[in-house]
C-alpha cells in the first residue's frame, strides 16, 4: 500500500472504486479474473474501514514499525497495517462496536485472502462468486452501519449507487448455482456450510462432497478438520473460547471412527458415516454423558453398561 492512492484524500471513494472494478470483473466468464475480482473486493473493503481509522487520524494509517510522518503519508509512502491492526484500532481506539459475526468474517476473509495471496487457491469459479456477492453484502453493510452516507462526497454516493446495482447483477450469479446446486441434492439429505464456498450445500458422508462448488474430499478425516476449521469459529465449542475442546470431535457412535464434529448448529455429524445427532438414533450416556447409539432405549452406554457390570 505505498502507491498512488492519494492518502491525504477519502480512502472511501478508492475502496469503493476497487469494490465495483471487482464486482465487474466477476461477470467475466473465467476463474482468474473471478479470483482477482474476489482480491479487489477485500482489498476495498480494507480501504473502506480504514477510511474510518483516517478520518480520527492519519496517523493510525501507520505499522507499528514505523513512526508515522506526515510528509510519508501525503506522498503514500509508508506500511499501511492490515486487517487485524485495522480492526483493533477501529474498535480499541474508535470505539467501534463490532459484532464477533463480524469479526469472524473478516478472519474468514483474511484468511482466503491470504490463500489466494500464496497461489494455494485453485478453486472453481463459484466459490468466487459466493465469497465476493459475501463480502460485498458484508461492506455494504458496513458502510450503513458506521459511515452516515448523507455526509460523503458526491463521487462516493455514485459509486456506491453503481456497486448496489452491480450486486444484482452477481446475486444472480449465484442464483443460477444454487438453482443448479438444489436440484441435484438428494431429498431429505443433511447439508453442512460448505468450508470452501460459504454455502449450505456441503453433503457428508465417506468425506465431502458440495453440490454448489463441486468440492469432492474422500477423505473423512480431512474433510472433518477442514469443515471445522473453517467453521468452528461461530460455534460455541471454539477451541479458543471453549475449554471442552475433546467434545468437539467425538467417536461417531454409529461408525466409531473420529469424525464426529460439532457442527454449524452446535449438534453432531459423522464425515464418515453420513450419521447426525439430528436424525434422533443418538443420545447422551447419563453416566458419561457421551453420545452414543442406544440399540433399545438404553439410558448408558455400553462402556459405562460393562463398566457398572464390572464393578457390580
Ligand atoms: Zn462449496
Ligand atoms: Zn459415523
Ligand atoms: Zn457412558
Redesign the pocket.
Known sequence: MSDHHGFEQSLLHNGLDFILEGMIKLGEDNVRSKKYALLNIYSGFLLVMKELLRREHWSLLFNKRKEPNFKDFQNGDFESIGIKDTISRLKNVIGLELTKEFEFELEKIRKIRNRIEHFEFSESST?FESLSVKAVIEVLEFISEHIDTEEILENEKQALQKIREQLGVNIRLVEENTKRANLEVRNGQLLLT?Y??D?K??EVENGAY?Y??H?KNDDPNDAANLYFNKHSAYMDYHPKHNPVVEDSYIDCPSCGFETCVVDEDSLYSCFTCGGSSRDGRWDKCSHCQRMFCPEEQEMICNFCFEEKMAHD
Open positions: 466459490v460448505c470452501l464456498c454455502q450445500f456441503l458440495c454448489f462448488c468440492e
